[in-house]
């Protein structure tokens, strides 16, 4: 998952089944480019002379635009099967040699995850099977026919096995994931368990494909290069979105929050508002909101809107209590809420922040999309400059474009976030 914006090469659209997008990640030109150059030296090295170099060469360019097709026919069995099974896809992007679907992050229960994830690879293998039984079936084929589907079918079990491989996002990291969740009750141990398996699965591979590589050269070694790097950057991303699903669930809000407040008695003249220069037109989001007391008790806030419309020569003979708000039209939440609970509020809010109550009814600090980024980027290990934070917050968006609502729609798909607990923020 990508946590992150970041300056990439583009996705290619394919085209798009009851509006969902199948792209092509810039990874899948290099695999075709490795496989045609793969295809063309066996076919060379199997016809010899009786093969023109030219014909070599469109054989194994056909060779990787039919494994191109058995890759996408997987995706369009996973996208079937998720519509079956009542999940909402976003996309299907075509990833290495494999895909990648957007099944609106996760499904709600182990067994449809493990359904929507074996379907898959169980294409791939059915694909074999049919190409093997081309060839055996049709005996008088021609030699070029007969290398040609057993290459495909041969490809397609590569696929099918290399799906399986228990690495995160991959089918057979969704498998693991699911049986661990089916059989501990517990979709997180799940999420973890896939995450660390494929790790060290990885490292194997990276040290097999470098001992080929050194040993005797070729093709296998690089895929199984390509393959670790994968995983590991794979590995990387899933541990990341495990750190932020911890932090969005098990920090609270009163340890995020920062007191971006000022209190004044409501029967201090106007003038003393102007002297806080509290807000302009380029710092709407980060200025600090002006709460009023009277006698020790909360009575409300104010703004500098009546300044501009009040002349300063009687701004002394107004006091602040004639122009105050009540105190609950600004946007607030209870400070020992999760911080996701932050997160959703400020999707909805044009303020772009909030004010914190604390458990006495009592405002006690105010969180912002700065703050929660902060304490996510701090959780995996980022120390931000203060001026970063204040940027942020001057734009009212999280720092370094860190996605953290999308995490929790995530969690909320997923069903890490309990619909009980849904229905209590909207009340």
Not at 80 to 103: D, P, Q, R, T
Request: charged share 20%.
């Amino acid at each position: 998952m990508q946590l992150f914006r970041r300056i990439s090469l583009e996705d290619f659209g394919l085209f798009k089944i009851k509006g969902i997008p199948f792209k092509v990640h810039p990874s899948w030109w290099l695999i075709l480019i490795l496989f045609s150059l793969s295809s063309q030296g066996q076919y060379a090295r199997e016809f010899g002379e009786q093969l023109p170099t030219w014909q070599s060469w469109c054989v194994g360019i056909l060779t990787s635009s039919l494994l191109f097709f058995s890759v996408l026919l997987c995706e369009l069995g996973r996208y079937f099967m998720a519509f079956s099974e009542g999940v909402e896809v976003n996309y299907i992007k075509l990833f290495l040699l494999s895909g990648l679907a957007k099944i609106d992050d996760q499904c709600s229960n182990p067994i449809s995850n493990f359904r929507i994830a074996i379907s898959g690879p169980l294409l791939s293998f059915c694909i074999a099977i049919i190409c093997f039984s081309f060839i055996y079936i049709l005996s008088d084929l021609d030699t070029m026919t007969f290398y040609l589907f057993r290459q495909i079918g041969r490809i397609n079990l590569i696929l099918g096995f290399f799906n399986l491989l228990p690495i995160l996002p991959l089918n057979g990291g969704v498998i693991v994931k699911s049986l661990v969740w089916y059989f501990t009750n517990d979709q997180r141990k799940g999420h973890i368990s896939a995450n660390k398996i494929g790790r060290y699965l990885s490292f194997f591979a990276l040290f097999i494909g470098g001992l080929i590589i050194f040993t005797s050269g070729g093709f296998n070694g690089v895929l199984l290069i390509v393959m670790s790097w994968f995983g590991l950057t794979s590995y990387k991303s899933q541990e990341q979105t495990i750190a932020l699903q911890d932090t969005l669930s098990k920090v609270f809000i009163k340890d995020v929050a920062k007191r971006n407040f000022r209190v004044l008695d409501e029967n201090k003249s106007l003038r003393l508002l102007s002297e806080l220069n509290i807000s302009s037109s380029e710092d709407k989001y980060s200025s600090e909101w002006v709460l009023l007391s009277n006698s020790g008790r909360w009575v409300g806030y104010i703004t500098d809107e009546n300044l501009k419309e009040i002349p300063a020569k009687y701004w002394d003979n107004y006091s602040m209590a004639s122009y105050k708000k009540p105190l609950e039209d600004l946007p607030s939440i209870i400070d020992n809420k999760p911080i996701w609970h932050a997160v959703l509020k400020l999707e909805k809010i044009k303020e772009g922040r909030l004010l914190v109550i604390n458990s006495a009814g009592l405002p006690s600090g105010t969180i912002d999309k700065a703050d929660l980024g902060e304490e996510a980027l701090k959780k995996l290990g980022i120390i931000l400059p203060k001026t970063f934070i204040d940027l942020a917050r001057k734009s009212n968006s999280y720092p370094l474009g860190i996605s953290l609502p999308k995490i929790v729609y995530g969690m909320i798909n997923s069903g890490l976030i309990q619909k009980s607990e849904l229905d209590k923020l909207t009340k």
